[in-house]
């Protein structure tokens, strides 16, 4: 099992880059444990900003900063990052145009048994919504890894969110199929179609593997690039397919699954049915007793499968 | 150069392009024109050919909606054509009525308030991290002041003693309901500033000699971020706007912009 948690895939690779270019900023609300950048923190203290609990201070500084040729990385908890903060990431990061990557930590259900304040199960939705503003969601560290080192080459606005508990991988260290602002087309299958993102990307392709054994075939996609969604990829597998899942730690309300939705009705209708979180405060628990309670787990997005195959048979 | 006379046909411009439009803040962008002018014509290190010069001074107007004045004195000092301005407002045009940073000469969108001084901050912090002599400028309103962010900033300011930075608050006692004490009470403005570890400056604000002056020892202060409380009038230079919190955003009819213009020329000619 994985122990690398993608937050700490997100230092290492920062930590690779800032010695050789000075414009790189990490700035951290309260947040240089949480979100495993102490280590950058002790080796860059010229080049690493803090501002306390103060999200919109971070993010408004970090377009103050970024207006100046700073690559500012800009990390915070997901849940107050993209809401508390939601306004200067719309104004200064996004209409403004700055150099900013807001590094969403510890999203979805990642605090568990902390409660409602601390998920973020509608940074997608709000995050998305902003004209300009760009949203990932990579699946595994080596992912996150490729995705970090692609944001360092450019210079737009982008929101990534990642989980506080190592997922595991899947991708190997030496072979990631990675294409920037496109899906990675993890099997192809017949019958179904599922989409998913960040955590999600596992407990999907766990399902895929159930159903084999059951002779339905299942295409996955990792669609890690929620926005720009990559239309192509996903048009191209729901086209042959009965029908689609999505799968997202994030409420169906304008997320992926959402998405997903909008693009199937209107260019090759087929059945969506999205999974997530409901439209209702979360259950207390661990994240992966969450995840087992809205079948947000292989076992329980087969059945969901099943289900929706059987209903348009 | 005369300074205070710039301001009365500075005012002027921003008259016409209000009431051509139909549109426009004029109340703040009278109070804070005279601010606006020390800082373009003598204070700030900046020219419409060096945008993009890594040494140039920042402003960030944060008080928005006094865009007009802003485009009045970028138009006058050549960032782009006046004739531009005929489309301010108009259907699809890039002259909104808020700061776009699409056009030349401005750094930063704003409009929404309690935005301009954690930006700014994060430009300070660019100058002291590269080295850099380059000055931050910030001017916000005083209603503003009742945004939480602003205090987010004015903390971050303190802490990182960033005598590169020079904040200012258009002082005008109004907001757009009425009376800030009524309000959202903010005094005693100085005494909260100077407990978050700021140089503070009290000046009266329409008067260009004590601005400059008052820039001119924000530049000495060291280990600090100054601000400079303007004590301003809203609506100042047309007699019937002065201190009336209707002229926030009213727009003049024909009648009331002939007698502006006159009004604002004579203190022109006076000025000379
Ligand atoms: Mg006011």
Same mark, same amino acid.
């Given at each position: 099992?994985?122990?690398?948690?993608?937050?700490?895939?997100?230092?290492?690779?920062?930590?690779?880059?800032?010695?050789?270019?000075?414009?790189?900023?990490?700035?951290?609300?309260?947040?240089?444990?949480?979100?495993?950048?102490?280590?950058?923190?002790?080796?860059?203290?010229?080049?690493?900003?803090?501002?306390?609990?103060?999200?919109?201070?971070?993010?408004?500084?970090?377009?103050?900063?970024?207006?100046?040729?700073?690559?500012?990385?800009?990390?915070?908890?997901?849940?107050? &990052?993209?809401?508390?903060?939601?306004?200067?990431?719309?104004?200064?990061?996004?209409?403004?145009?700055?150099?900013?990557? &807001?590094?969403?930590?510890?999203?979805?259900?990642?605090?568990?048994? &902390?409660?409602?304040?601390?998920?973020?199960?509608?940074?997608?939705? #709000?995050?998305?919504?902003?004209?300009?503003?760009?949203?990932?969601?990579?699946?595994?560290?080596?992912?996150?890894?490729?995705?970090?080192?692609? &944001?360092?080459?450019?210079?737009?606005? #982008?929101?990534?969110?990642?989980?506080?508990?190592?997922?595991?991988?899947?991708?190997?260290?030496?072979?990631?199929?990675?294409?920037?602002?496109?899906?990675?087309?993890?099997?192809?299958?017949?019958?179904?179609?599922?989409?998913?993102?960040?955590?999600?990307?596992?407990?999907?392709?766990?399902?895929?593997?159930?159903?084999?054994?059951?002779?339905?075939?299942?295409?996955?996609?990792?669609?890690?690039?929620?926005?720009?969604?990559?239309?192509?990829?996903?048009?191209?597998?729901?086209?042959?397919?009965?029908?689609?899942?999505?799968?997202?730690?994030?409420?169906?309300?304008?997320?992926?699954?959402?998405?997903?939705?909008?693009?199937?009705?209107?260019?090759?209708?087929?059945?969506?049915?999205?999974?997530?979180?409901?439209?209702?405060?979360?259950?207390?628990?661990?994240?992966?007793?969450?995840?087992?309670?809205?079948?947000?787990?292989?076992?329980?997005?087969?059945?969901?499968?099943?289900?929706?195959?059987?209903?348009?048979? | 150069?005369?300074?205070? $006379?710039?301001?009365?046909?500075?005012?002027?411009?921003?008259?016409?392009?209000?009431?051509?439009?139909?549109?426009?803040?004029?109340?703040?962008?009278?109070?804070?024109?005279?601010? =606006?002018?020390?800082?373009?014509?003598?204070?700030?290190?900046?020219?419409?050919?060096?945008?993009?010069?890594?040494?140039?001074?920042?402003?960030?107007?944060?008080?928005?909606?006094?865009?007009?004045?802003?485009?009045?004195?970028?138009?006058?000092?050549?960032?782009?054509?006046?004739?531009?301005?005929?489309?301010?407002?108009?259907?699809?045009?890039?002259?909104? !009525?808020?700061?776009?940073?699409?056009?030349?000469?401005?750094?930063?969108?704003?409009?929404?308030?309690?935005?301009? =001084?954690?930006?700014?901050?994060?430009?300070?912090?660019?100058?002291?991290?590269?080295?850099?002599?380059?000055?931050?400028?910030?001017?916000?309103?005083?209603?503003?002041?009742?945004?939480?962010?602003?205090?987010?900033?004015?903390?971050?300011?303190?802490?990182?003693?960033?005598?590169?930075?020079?904040?200012?608050?258009?002082?005008?006692?109004?907001?757009?309901?009425?009376?800030?004490?009524?309000?959202?009470?903010?005094?005693?403005?100085?005494?909260?500033?100077?407990?978050?570890?700021?140089?503070?400056?009290?000046?009266?604000?329409?008067?260009?000699?004590?601005?400059?002056?008052?820039?001119?020892?924000?530049?000495?202060?060291? !280990?600090?971020?100054?601000?400079?409380?303007?004590?301003?009038?809203?609506?100042?230079?047309?007699?019937?706007?002065?201190?009336?919190?209707?002229?926030?955003?009213?727009?003049?009819?024909?009648?009331?912009?002939?007698?502006?213009?006159?009004?604002?020329?004579?203190?022109?000619?006076? $000025?000379?």
């Amino acid at each position: 099992m994985n122990k690398i948690p993608n937050r700490q895939a997100i230092c290492e690779v920062l930590m690779e880059h800032a010695a050789a270019d000075k414009d790189i900023i990490v700035m951290c609300s309260d947040s240089r444990g949480s979100a495993s950048l102490a280590p950058y923190a002790a080796a860059f203290p010229e080049q690493f900003v803090e501002t306390g609990i103060a999200e919109q201070n971070l993010v408004s500084i970090a377009a103050g900063l970024a207006s100046c040729g700073k690559k500012v990385f800009a990390a915070s908890p997901a849940c107050f &990052l993209a809401s508390r903060s939601l306004e200067q990431s719309k104004v200064d990061v996004a209409y403004s145009h700055t150099n900013v990557t &807001l590094i969403g930590i510890s999203g979805g259900v990642s605090y568990g048994a &902390l409660g409602m304040t601390h998920h973020s199960a509608q940074d997608i939705a #709000a995050m998305a919504s902003i004209p300009n503003m760009r949203v990932y969601l990579p699946s595994d560290r080596h992912q996150t890894r490729k995705l970090i080192e692609t &944001l360092l080459l450019d210079t737009d606005p #982008a929101y990534i969110r990642v989980g506080r508990n190592p997922v595991e991988d899947i991708y190997m260290e030496d072979n990631v199929p990675f294409a920037f602002n496109k899906a990675t087309v993890l099997s192809e299958g017949e019958d179904l179609t599922i989409i998913a993102c960040g955590e999600m990307v596992r407990p999907a392709l766990e399902a895929s593997n159930l159903l084999a054994g059951e002779g339905i075939t299942c295409s996955v996609l990792d669609m890690y690039c929620v926005k720009p969604f990559d239309t192509e990829t996903a048009l191209a597998a729901i086209r042959k397919s009965k029908a689609v899942i999505t799968v997202e730690e994030h409420t169906t309300i304008g997320g992926l699954g959402a998405m997903v939705s909008q693009l199937a009705a209107s260019r090759c209708p087929k059945f969506v049915r999205n999974l997530g979180l409901p439209d209702e405060p979360v259950v207390t628990g661990t994240s992966a007793q969450v995840f087992a309670h809205y079948g947000l787990i292989g076992e329980g997005i087969a059945a969901s499968a099943r289900d929706l195959l059987k209903k348009i048979s | 150069m005369n300074l205070k $006379a710039k301001t009365f046909e500075l005012r002027k411009d921003v008259l016409t392009l209000i009431h051509r439009a139909r549109t426009g803040h004029i109340g703040g962008d009278f109070s804070v024109i005279d601010i =606006l002018t020390v800082l373009y014509y003598k204070q700030m290190n900046i020219s419409p050919e060096k945008m993009d010069h890594p040494d140039r001074d920042r402003f960030v107007l944060s008080k928005g909606h006094s865009v007009e004045a802003l485009y009045a004195i970028l138009s006058d000092l050549g960032f782009f054509p006046k004739s531009e301005l005929d489309n301010y407002s108009q259907y699809g045009s890039k002259y909104i !009525g808020h700061p776009n940073n699409k056009i030349n000469g401005i750094e930063m969108n704003s409009g929404s308030l309690g935005h301009g =001084l954690p930006v700014s901050i994060g430009m300070a912090l660019a100058g002291k991290l590269d080295q850099k002599d380059y000055r931050v400028y910030t001017v916000m309103g005083d209603g503003e002041l009742a945004e939480g962010s602003v205090w987010e900033g004015a903390m971050a300011a303190g802490h990182y003693r960033l005598d590169n930075l020079c904040a200012v608050v258009d002082r005008n006692r109004l907001q757009i309901s009425g009376g800030t004490e009524t309000v959202m009470a903010h005094d005693p403005l100085e005494l909260r500033f100077a407990s978050f570890g700021w140089n503070v400056l009290s000046i009266p604000g329409n008067d260009v000699d004590a601005l400059n002056d008052a820039f001119d020892l924000a530049r000495r202060a060291k !280990g600090k971020p100054t601000v400079i409380i303007a004590n301003t009038t809203k609506g100042c230079g047309v007699s019937f706007m002065e201190n009336q919190a209707g002229w926030h955003h009213r727009v003049p009819t024909d009648e009331e912009y002939q007698k502006g213009m006159e009004e604002l020329e004579q203190r022109r000619l006076a $000025a000379l």
